[in-house]
Every structure is written in structure tokens, then in C-alpha cells.
Nanobody, 112 residues
Framework: VQLVESGGGLVQAGGSLRLSCAVS????????FAWYRQAPGKQRAFVAL???????DYAVTVKGRFAISRDIPKNTVYLQMNSLKPEDTAVYYC???????WGQGTLVTVSS
């Protein structure tokens, strides 16, 4: 499985961005996809999860502002980010939930 993120960029506080994670390869034994982020000088942290059954979970810091979704025919996982704050600035990574498979990351910068 390979993951390729896109959609990052510079946005003002209060704005929105949608990140995409293109999935290629065999996914038959994958039980979900997650988004993580790594802010400058900090450890990588969990952001959101969607299981293969459609259940979702979010970090407390993003709940109510971010939404994870999946387009199965397009083999793409999305992270819709609304009401962005400067503290959301980070490199965002897509990950296979039950495997150590990561994308290369996409940078999101939120200006105040």
C-alpha cells in the first residue's frame, strides 16, 4: 500500500482546507485510515481515524472542526479542516491504521 497526501498550504486563521490521501495497492486487510500531524518541535500526534466500518474518532483538539471521510471508488481519504487556528500548523500525515504505512506528509500553515 502507498499513500500520497496533498492539499496543504497557507491559510488564514478561521479558514478551511481539505487534505487528500490517495491510496494505491491492496487494501483488503486494512481496517482503517488515520491522520496524524507533527508541529514544529513536537512529536507526531493523532488527529482523526476512520475505520473500515465507517466509525470515526478525533483528537479533542480538533473535534467539531475537522472531519475525516473516505471516497472508496476514488481510493481517497479526506480530512476537511474548518475554523483553522495557528496551533493547527503542522505537517499532516496519512497512515494505515493497522500498519506502519505512512504518506510523505503535507504542510499546513495557519497564519494569525
Amino acid at each position: 500500500v502507498q499513500l500520497v497526501e496533498s492539499g496543504g498550504g497557507l491559510v488564514q486563521a478561521g479558514g478551511s482546507l481539505r487534505l487528500s490521501c490517495a491510496v494505491s495497492g491492496s487494501t483488503f486487510d486494512i481496517n482503517g485510515f488515520a491522520w496524524y500531524r507533527q508541529a514544529p518541535g513536537k512529536q507526531r500526534a493523532f488527529v482523526a481515524l476512520m475505520t473500515s466500518g465507517g466509525s470515526t474518532d478525533y483528537a479533542v483538539t480538533v473535534k467539531g472542526r475537522f472531519a475525516i471521510s473516505r471516497d472508496i471508488p476514488k481510493n481517497t481519504v479526506y480530512l476537511q479542516m474548518n475554523s483553522l487556528k495557528p496551533e493547527d500548523t503542522a505537517v499532516y500525515y496519512c497512515k494505515v491504521w493497522n500498519r506502519e504505512v505512512w504518506g510523505q506528509g503535507t504542510l499546513v500553515t495557519v497564519s494569525s
